[in-house]
Each structure stands twice: as structure tokens, then as C-alpha cells.
Nanobody
Framework: QVQLVESGGGLVQAGGSLRLSCAAS????MGWFRQAPGKEREFVVG????????SYADSVKGRFTISRDNAKNTVYLQMSSLKPEDTAVYYC???????????????????WGQGTQVTVSS
């Protein structure tokens, strides 16, 4: 019922920018998570279906921006001022349950994309 397809990862220089896309079917709240080698999967940013509510991890606030275009069934993650510590596999996730807030825990999400690698060189 809900399918997620991620794209946009790649290799960039520190200070550069990159935009990730997630094609997502269904009326869902969406989130981006990332996982670096040897690290736990961590919340990056989330957005409600309407786009009216967002939540950002402190580590990316002011540098990353989430948006969505429901007409295109696509969620975007614009990443700017990238740092080597941003290097990770980035995952798009969808939450199906009802609620009035953005979930920040991975276990709250029902569907996941395959992940896209983002590598930031120093």
C-alpha cells in the first residue's frame, strides 16, 4: 500500500549541498533517518502529511530543510553546509498511524526505503 523509493545520494565536498528525494505513495507523515557505520539509526527530520508540522534534529537544524509535494507524492530533503559527520546512509520512512505530532523514533515508522548513501569529504 505504501511504497518508498529514495534517490539523490552521492559524494560531495564539505560545505556543499545535496537534495534527497523520496517518492512515497499514501497519505502519511514522513521522516528521514540516517545511519553511519557502527552507529544507531538516528532521526534527522520529519514532516506531517500536510506539511504544516516539521521537526528537526539539533545536529541538522539550520542546514537541512524538509519539504513535500503531495501532488507529486514526493518528499525532499535539502541538505546544505554539509559536514563530514553527515556521512551516512539516509533512509526515508513513512508513518501510517494517526497523531498530532512528528514521530522521532524509528520504531514509530511503518515503511522504509532502501536507503541512499551520502558521503561528505573533508
Amino acid at each position: 500500500q505504501v511504497q518508498l523509493v529514495e534517490s539523490g545520494g552521492g559524494l560531495v565536498q564539505a560545505g556543499g549541498s545535496l537534495r534527497l528525494s523520496c517518492a512515497a505513495s499514501g497519505r502519511t507523515d514522513m521522516g528521514w533517518f540516517r545511519q553511519a557505520p557502527g552507529k544507531e539509526r538516528e532521526f534527522v527530520v520529519g514532516i506531517s502529511w500536510s506539511g504544516g508540522r516539521t521537526s528537526y534534529a539539533d545536529s541538522v537544524k539550520g542546514r537541512f530543510t524538509i519539504s513535500r509535494d503531495n501532488a507529486k507524492n514526493t518528499v525532499y530533503l535539502q541538505m546544505s553546509s554539509l559536514k563530514p559527520e553527515d556521512t551516512a546512509v539516509y533512509y526515508c520512512a513513512a508513518h501510517l498511524g494517526g497523531g498530532s505530532y512528528i514521530r522521532t523514533n524509528a520504531w514509530a515508522y511503518d515503511y522504509w526505503g532502501q536507503g541512499t548513501q551520502v558521503t561528505v569529504s573533508s
